[in-house]
């Protein structure tokens, strides 16, 4: 078998040999009235002021008031003593100073610490959700609409 040169059939005359960057693909439609040249968005300039962005640049809005209100929101419900007579906030704490008492080893895969720390955490992320949800969503007027 000779290497060699050719063209493949289907490509319009474009060989695979070079692939040639200085070459730009014209594409044409019609939808389109005159070709249109195939460019990379984000090498196009002065697009974004040379930077890409995907969403606003502060898209978090992040506010400490939501952090403090979801905290002290999450932790007077999880104090309440509702699962045998202690909250759920004193069992999380609880399991954190039985696992500490033994210290270089960590918790074992069967110790209640694991739920404990899964339920409140799960709480806490929850809390914090909807509280941005619902404060952002009051101080940008979403909910009067």
């Known amino acids: 078998m000779a290497a060699t040169m050719s063209s493949v059939v289907g490509l319009a005359n474009s060989s ?3 692939f040639s960057s200085a070459k730009k693909t014209s594409l044409s439609s019609d939808f389109v009235r005159s070709p249109v040249t195939a460019r990379n968005p984000l090498r196009v300039a002065k697009a974004s002021g040379g930077r ?3 969403f606003q640049r ?3 809005r992040r ?3 939501v952090i403090g209100f979801g905290l002290i929101g999450w932790l007077a ?3 309440v003593p509702a699962i045998n007579g202690k ?3 004193g069992l999380f704490f609880e399991s954190i100073g039985t696992e500490l008492a033994h210290f270089p080893t960590g918790p074992a895969l069967t ?4 739920l404990w720390m899964v339920c409140w955490h799960l709480g806490l992320f929850l809390c ?6 619902g404060f952002k969503g009051r101080t940008e007027d979403y909910f009067s609409k």
């Open 16 to 18: 695979l040999s070079g």
């Open 52 to 54: 890409v962005t995907c």
């Open 58 to 60: 502060d898209w978090l």
């Open 63 to 65: 506010d400490l008031n």
């Open 77 to 79: 419900p999880s104090s």
């Open 87 to 89: 909250s759920l906030t």
């Open 111 to 114: 110790s209640q610490f694991w």
């Open 128 to 133: 914090l959700t909807f509280g941005q949800i």
